[in-house]
């Protein structure tokens, strides 16, 4: 009976004191998660990627097939130095409490949103012309099926950005800590 009561106690107060803990450091989401423009969005594949991959679903010719790759390589040559960006952005350094920034740490968040912001948009507009001449090449048939891949695949790209947002903090913690015990 006693020691009921003592696991009673025990239980009880560990219960009053996890509600504080968890308003102060965030639960499991950690402060990333509050802050989405910390993290780099990530690009759903393009119409043309898709049709590539694709092809057989939509019954491709060899002649549209051979154009869409031709499309394809262009945007591809024109994003790659606008991914190259994204991912030094993706891996560079983040602030340890982005609730408390020094002002050069905010100017390095400034800056770091204001490249994103350019990268994505200058994607935004190559994928959105590789996107034009590609529906062009394909038949009204070809083009809806094309239009629910993109449309599938963006909505992959929300979910995965949002999910990573959601658990990046904790992710990034703990993968530091395991790469720490392994270089012991």
């Known amino acids: 009976m006693r020691h009921l009561v003592r696991l009673s106690v025990v ?20 402060s990333y998660g509050q802050d989405a423009s910390l993290d780099i969005p990530r690009i759903a594949s393009s119409v043309a990627a898709l049709a590539v991959r694709y092809g057989g679903d939509l019954q491709l010719s060899q002649t549209q097939l051979d154009a869409i790759v031709a499309v394809q390589q262009r945007q591809d040559s024109a994003n790659a130095p606008w991914l190259r ?15 408390d920034l020094s002002q ?19 994607m935004r507009e190559t ?15 070809q083009q809806g099926k094309a239009a629910q891949l993109e449309n599938h695949a963006q909505k992959l790209a929300r979910a995965d950005s949002q999910r990573r947002s959601d658990e990046g903090a904790y992710r990034r913690r703990r993968g530091d800590m395991n790469q720490r015990t392994q270089l012991r």
């Open 11 to 30: 239980a009880a107060s560990v219960v009053a004191l996890a509600a504080p803990a968890h308003a102060q450091y965030g639960g499991r989401r950690g």
């Open 127 to 141: 994928n959105a012309e590789a996107r034009q001449q590609v529906m062009a090449v394909l038949t009204p048939d």
């Open 85 to 99: 960006a994204l991912d030094s952005l993706r891996n560079g350094p983040r602030p340890v409490n982005p609730l």
């Open 104 to 122: 050069e740490q905010r100017e390095q968040l400034e800056a770091r949103r204001a490249a994103v912001k350019a990268a994505t948009d200058a």
